[in-house]
């Protein structure tokens, strides 16, 4: 293959340039070409190295509790893996065209369970080590579940912002943008005895879409004045570059309630021998920057629904 089909083949795998963060770009997306074009030579599925990241993201976290450094550089190489093993299962989906909705599904839980053992490994670890938090056991644990939701929360809008920009990007095809009213369907069309575990994880889903829904009612109202306006789903490209153009300088805020910079806080916390800095580092600064995204994003949203209902579209 030559240099530039490489080159072509690799930026075909990305979601959009204008989704990706730049540490993603430089360093986790050229790794996860690597090993997406090792599984396929393999046979390997998106599905099979999301769940190998589960495993390699829980041994991180385990190496978390563990107050002896060494053995956190190899939590946060452990970590670091795992991460590189999540972009390799959506670079590997868009190259051999694997989309599923389990696949969606299992890539956005991959990471909760990530966190979950980290922040598990972080309360039994700062209850036998830190003078406070072995006095009153029960802080950390407070804390790390008020965290987590909170985590929970940040990691859904990051997401569904993020997608709303690749539908008027990319179109529906270079989107995951889901409905929970057309989710609540297919849900009625199964049965708990022909279909329990795609009914069970379509559950989940459902109820995960009307959380994101309910979290930004601006974006539903955009949505809806769009069918309205052109059902045949064909939105002139004059609005779709305008909605780009005004939702581009939010896809920094998308990246930093991401991976990356949490990820950078809860190695700080771990070098400084304070792992309980992260939990503050998510429920001020990540929820902080939640707010304004969501308070932006629903602004921009206002905006096209007027423009649209005013027939300048």
């Not at 690799?10 to 989704?19: A, F, G, N, R």
């Not at 039994?124 to 579940?145: K, L």
């Not at 989107?175 to 329990?196: H, I, V």
């Amino acid at each position: 293959m030559s240099e530039n089909n490489r080159k072509s083949a690799y930026l075909e795998s990305l979601k959009s340039l204008d989704t990706e963060e730049g540490i993603d770009l430089v360093f986790y997306r050229p790794i996860g070409y690597a090993w997406a074009c090792l599984a396929k030579r393999l046979g390997v599925t998106p599905n099979a190295i999301t769940i190998a990241s589960i495993f390699i993201g829980i041994g991180a976290g385990i190496a978390f509790y563990f107050p002896q450094m060494w053995i956190n550089v190899i939590g946060m190489l452990l970590l670091i893996w795992a991460n590189s093993f999540d972009s390799a299962d959506g670079q590997l989906a868009r190259m051999t065209k694997q989309y599923s909705r389990l696949g969606r599904i299992l890539d956005g839980v991959s990471g909760d369970f990530w966190f979950a053992a980290i922040y598990i490994a972080i309360c039994y670890r700062e209850n036998a080590t830190s003078q406070f938090f072995s006095a009153h056991t029960w802080v950390i644990w407070v804390i790390a579940v008020t965290a987590g939701l909170c985590h929970a929360k940040q990691a859904a809008m990051a997401d569904y912002y993020r997608q709303f920009h690749l539908y008027f990007l990319k179109g529906e095809e270079g989107s995951e943008l889901d409905s929970a009213s057309k989710l609540k369907q297919k849900l009625a069309q199964l049965t708990w005895s022909d279909n329990f575990w795609q009914k069970l994880t379509l559950t989940f889903y459902t109820n995960y879409t009307v959380q994101q829904e309910a979290t930004a009612p601006a974006m539903q109202k955009l949505r809806a004045a769009l069918a309205a306006r052109f059902p045949d789903g064909r939105i002139p490209q004059s609005f779709r570059d305008a909605f780009r153009n005004a939702s581009l300088p939010l896809m920094k805020y998308t990246n930093i309630l991401s991976f990356n910079w949490r990820c950078i806080a809860l190695f700080v916390s771990l070098f400084v021998k304070m792992p309980w800095l992260y939990f503050a580092f998510e429920l001020v600064v990540l929820n902080s920057l939640l707010v304004y995204m969501v308070i932006r994003h629903e602004s921009i949203c206002r905006r096209f629904t007027r423009e649209l209902n005013e027939g300048k579209y």
